[in-house]
Every structure is written in C-alpha cells, then in structure tokens.
C-alpha cells in the first residue's frame, strides 16, 4: 500500500470518527437544552470526508431523523463520496 493511500485511509478514518462523536454530540446536547453544534458544520464534516460516520451517527443516535434534508442529504453526499472514489481509482488516481 502506497503513503498516499496509507494518508487517504487515516483521514477518513478520522473523520469518519468525528461524524459519529459530533451527531452523539449535538444529540446529548438537544436532550440537556444545551448549546447546538450547527447543522452547516454537520454538513461540512460529512462533505469532507465523515459523511459515513454522520449518516450512521444520525440512526445510531436517532438523530436529526425527521429533518427530510438530512435523510436526503447525508445519503446524496455518502453517494458523492463513493463515485468520486471509483472515478478516482478508474482514471488510476488512487
């Protein structure tokens, strides 16, 4: 496995990590009536690179469920992510 790769791995992994804590956040934040983290930040985490960790962070915590924009928009975005990958490796870029 290449650096390159090794780094790409890590990153999402990081992210991905970060999705999930920042909805379990956000979501024991709303229950104590407690200072919300933003949904745009929700959104950016998940658009650069946590957007499986956002998207299982929403079921795993019940979390944002009812808003149509994210149970439309955190999917899209997963979906965004998985076919730039395969471009990506396609053209020989990953």
Do not use: C, Q
């Given at each position: 496995?290449?650096?390159?790769?090794?780094?790409?791995?890590?990153?999402?992994?990081?992210?991905?990590?970060?999705?999930?804590?920042?909805?379990?956040?956000?979501?024991?934040?709303?229950?104590?009536?407690?200072?919300?983290?933003?949904?745009?930040?929700?959104?950016?985490?998940?658009?650069?690179?946590?957007?499986?960790?956002?998207?299982l962070?929403?079921?795993?915590?019940?979390?944002?469920?009812?808003?149509?924009?994210?149970?439309?928009?955190?999917?899209?975005i997963?979906?965004?992510?998985?076919?730039?990958?395969?471009?990506?490796?396609?053209?020989?870029?990953?």
């Amino acid at each position: 496995m290449e650096l390159k790769h090794i780094i790409l791995l890590v990153y999402l992994v990081i992210m991905n990590i970060v999705g999930i804590a920042i909805m379990g956040i956000d979501k024991s934040k709303a229950k104590h009536g407690a200072w919300r983290i933003k949904e745009a930040t929700l959104f950016g985490v998940s658009f650069i690179g946590g957007s499986l960790g956002t998207l299982l962070g929403m079921y795993m915590f019940r979390h944002k469920t009812k808003h149509i924009y994210f149970v439309i928009g955190m999917p899209l975005i997963l979906i965004l992510h998985i076919g730039l990958g395969v471009f990506l490796f396609m053209k020989g870029i990953l």
